[in-house]
């Protein structure tokens, strides 16, 4: 598992005073606001500071940083990811996990067949979709013009996650493949 946690990418500068606007990768702008020491990696190193100050603005967040104090400052930080400790993270309840975590995952079926890898998160609203790379997998009724399989995640579908072994054991429902 990650040491760090991904939290926004910094879309631009805001203003005059070193503010950026933050395009989150959780599930809220408002997280800004509960989390104070961070990482800001950019390609030439990573920078730690601190949140000064973070509001919502429609689906960004403006973010305060106390290392910058100016536009100049924070004028080459366009795309640069920030990252919180683990240990800083939302805690989870039993069957919650970080999407960071999940990536990565093999995808079994309950009778040990290999579909592939998690290769991302697709939040709906309703419930998430595992999305599964399935490049040389070897699961009958898979079509090797695809690539990758949607997983709902449901009971029905996934029927348990170990993240410390890094697999998935998934009951490929009809009409999935």
């Known amino acids: 598992m990650e040491q760090f946690l991904r939290i926004g990418v910094i879309t631009t500068s805001h203003g005059l005073n070193g503010e950026v606007k933050v395009f989150p990768t959780t599930e809220s702008p408002k997280r800004f606001r509960e989390v104070r020491r961070v990482l800001i990696k950019t390609p030439k190193g990573t920078i730690e500071t601190e949140i000064t100050a973070a ?35 939302q805690k989870l309840e039993e069957g919650e996990y970080y999407i ?22 697709l939040q709906t609203g309703a419930n998430d979709v595992y999305v599964v790379d399935t490049t040389g997998a070897g699961v009958q009724g898979l079509s090797s013009k695809n690539s990758e399989l949607l997983l709902p995640v449901i009971p029905d579908c996934i029927r348990n996650v170990d993240i410390e072994k890094g697999v998935i054991t998934v009951f490929l429902m009809p009409g999935l493949v």
Do not use: M, P, W
């Open 100 to 121: 960071a975590d999940l990536i990565g995952c093999t995808v079994v079926t309950v009778d040990g067949e290999n579909i592939g890898v998690v290769k991302d998160v």
């Open 55 to 89: 509001r919502s603005f429609k689906n960004l967040a403006i973010v305060k940083f106390a290392a910058f104090d100016d536009v100049e400052q924070v004028k080459n930080l366009h795309n640069a990811e920030i990252y919180i400790y683990r240990e800083d993270g």
